[in-house]
């Protein structure tokens, strides 16, 4: 494509929580190598279990000192391998747990780019650069009080998801900074700059202080999606002085509508482990953020995860927020923004039918009952949650009915029932509302013209969550349905899914063991081609025109129009359903 091709390194970092990850693809986007730092097992020294301290009130921390060290270790280990040449290497990007914070002391930033290739990072920065030893990670549930308060700030739940794409949720960095500056005052005052995980990576490699990443911002509860600003009003619950403050998060963050590196490759890494000088750094996102970037998602797209719990990850070009999942700001394509949800029953819930129906774990009577053409659920619908649900926002409960629409109105009319005939009618149900769910959750965030023209659903009101629609919004389809996770191999599961969500334009099946860090190194390789003008290609279409199509997806059979058709019925039904739980 490009003569800059030639030759050609990426890289793209994961800095998760159990370890640090970095992948080197060349200029066919081919994984050239893979190279990981175990927390646990690699610096076992910090005495983490999987990658962090647990504490009885809730609180979950990582050692910053131990992140220092992963990323030396990273490199001396790359550097050791023959067949990769680190100076090669043109650009880097990555992906980080998301939510957690790293402080810095009044002297770190200065020392970033002073750094002496003679010593380690770890030497030179720990402790001395930070007025913290740990960074709070995703997984701390110690900020109640603080969530509650910024949810008050800002008039309640649905206002708060509004301003800043959330609700207030514990691991959400406001809430977490807040926490510190109450908790820990002679921190927060000593404490001159506060990065992200990801512009903390940004800031280490770039050897100079890195904003944060706009779309990595977007998890902190404090940023006005509108505005494309910090929030005022959300600022003052962890400072009244909004303006220290807004010093202390580095300035405005790093505008993601077009790609500029943060800097160029630190000497430090260049002098030690033989990387080119002209390296450029490109901005550092969050975990689901790289994800999407990972995969050719268009807008109106959607990433269906099929894990322990069901997670959906969408491009949209619709800001429609609500309180039981989260919008983030696209990473990558300008005026779109991630739609995140995620819901707590996914495998458990239907693996505990499998087990009624199978005493020996077989899913073969579970997916026969699911694939059936003669067991007849036409008018059967139902909710399985054996834990408390985050979509819709309910305590553990499950619900069967069976419901009739009235000839003379539009009501549906449920009768609620302790069992259906027998056990296969829940195999069927719980994998068909599943993802009806999915559908009615996901269509608000898909675009006008996605709407089937070909259905009329009438306009009876239904209800989910803090909407109220007419049927009619729930006519649009996606225009592809990418699946991965664990559940994605069952065929009966992911086709049912496949027919309930409709996409139009194509089902696809992938594995994506690293899907964090090769976004990172699609990221970094479409920012430095176009940063270069050696591309004019937006990041959606370049990396569609890229991608390894043949051999990194397997396609599935197109939904049939009748398919999704079949589930329209059962919309009113499910939000009935919800009205009693
Ligand atoms: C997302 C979240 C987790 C972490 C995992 O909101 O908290 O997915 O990003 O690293």
Redesign the pocket.
Known sequence: MTADKVGAFYLGFDL??QQLKCLVIDQNLALVHSETIGFDKDLSHYKTTKGVYLHEDGTVECPVAMWLEAVDLVFERMSKHKHIDLSLVRAMSGS????GSVYWAESGPGLLPKLDSKQSLKQQLYPEAFSRNVAPN?QDHSTGEECREFEESCGGAAQLAQVTGSRA?H?FTGPQIMKIAKKEPEVYRATSKVSLVSSFLASILAGEFTPLEEADAC?MNLYNIDKRDYDDKLLRNVDDDTETLRSKLGGPPINCDKPAPVGTLSPYFVEKYGLNPECQIFPFT???LATICSLPLQPNDVLVSLGTSTTILLVTDQYHPSPNY?LFIHPTIPRHYMG?I?YCNGALARERIRDQLSETHDWEPFNAAVTSTTLNTDNEIACYFPLGEIVPNVPSSYRRATFAKSPDSQEVKLELKDAFADIAHDAKNIVESQALSCRVRISPLLSKDCADPSVDLGDSMVHFDCDDFPLSEYKKRPRRAFFVGGASKNDAIVERFAQVLGATDGNFRLETPNSCALGGCYRAMWSHLHYGGLTKAPFDNFLNEQFRWDTDVQSLSLTKDKEWQYFNNKIQALSELEKTL
């Open positions: 998760s929580t980080c747990q998301q939510h995703w949720h691991r998890g969050g975990d689901n989260h995140m995620c």
